[in-house]
């Protein structure tokens, strides 16, 4: 299943840039010139205490060896909260809403020049946007991968099935599938043709997801493994079925994870919003509840399981569950050791009026890419919202 660099079909444009004008990333000299600037050896440890990105990045940009010091990279933007992205009503452009602070940060992207968009972005991985095609004309969608700070750009061939779901591994492999049906579609950037595979009947795939390079399978609620080769696929589960004395309860699962132990997660939404997380346990074959994440955070967007976050996010609460709200611009917080859950709403300029855009709030999350994101913004004063933040609490 891998592949050589040379196989892939590459094309490279400048990086994503910032849609304001003027030199945002210029210098001012080679070389910090006032006497009293501190040692280049604590501009690095500087970087990781802000929490500013605006702060951030004018530092960056205020000297050539300010610069070489600070890639935007997640140790040197370690304090900066995580970032949502979002469109704007009515070009449909993409922008980053920080939903704390209540800004917006505007970018633009290759293809931002287009009204609407001819693209829009389905997922974040590894420093790669992965988007499709906008055009009715262009069904099924063709995906293309943007890398973020490189601008290179690797397209894949046209999807011969539909999907809703898209998964990307670390080299690049991506593997896109469609809940409730038994086929998984999937490719290399340079390969000619998207391989597809189907499980026997009466198999389907609830979900999948990547964790420590295996990729799992959710069928019904059993967990399994699944290997992908040319054009089929080997099924191996890993416990048995369940009846209704051991079912997790829920209306809705899918597949998380959390520091590489992989994860159900369960919504519940009869009577009031309720979120549950099990962790497999191998010994015994069989999902367990669980209150505690060890301080980490999980996101989940309305199509699946979005991202981890370990510990010390500003503004991120531990041991807590975000999720993508059904109304336009709604999120929930909801604590999994007491059961509390904190509904939100985003509220800014550009806000869509139009609910087909709800898909694409907080789906973009990623244990990197909600950090990373923010290498876009390059000293730019982004728009700021002055309204408080809008959410109310409610018991489980």
Known sequence: MTTTDGKRRRHRSPPASTSSGGGGGSSSSSTPS??????????????RRLTSLEDFFSLRASCHAYRALLPASRPLLASQAPL???ALYPSLAEALFHPRLRRLHRFRLPWGHHLPPSRHTLFYAHGFLVTA????????????????FTGEQLRLPKVPAPFSRVILTADLLVVIFLPGRATVQHCHPGDALWRV????????FDDLIFVNRTLYALVGLRLATLALSENSLELSF??????????????RFMLGECGGEVLLISVESEDRIVYRVFRWVSEETKWEMITKLGGRSLFVGLDGFAACIDQGYPGIRGDCLYAAGLRLGEW???????????????????????????????TQ????????????LESKAPQTTSKPNMCKRFTS
């Open 197 to 204: 595979a189907s499980a026997a009947a009466p198999h389907v």
């Open 365 to 376: 999350l990623d244990s990197l890419g909600v950090v990373c994101l923010a290498a876009l």
């Open 133 to 148: 095609t906008t055009a009715a004309s262009n069904y099924p969608p063709r995906l293309l991968l943007l890398h973020l």
């Open 34 to 47: 006032d006497s009293s600037s501190p040692s280049l050896d604590l501009i690095p440890d500087i970087a």
């Open 238 to 251: 890993l416990g048995g079925e369940y009846d209704d004395a051991n079912r997790p309860a829920g209306d």
């Open 84 to 86: 949502l992205l979002v």
């Open 332 to 362: 929930h917080e909801y604590s999994l050791v007491d059961g509390t859950c904190d509904v939100c709403y985003a509220d800014y300029p550009g806000f869509p009026v139009s609910s087909f855009l709800v898909l694409l709030f907080l």
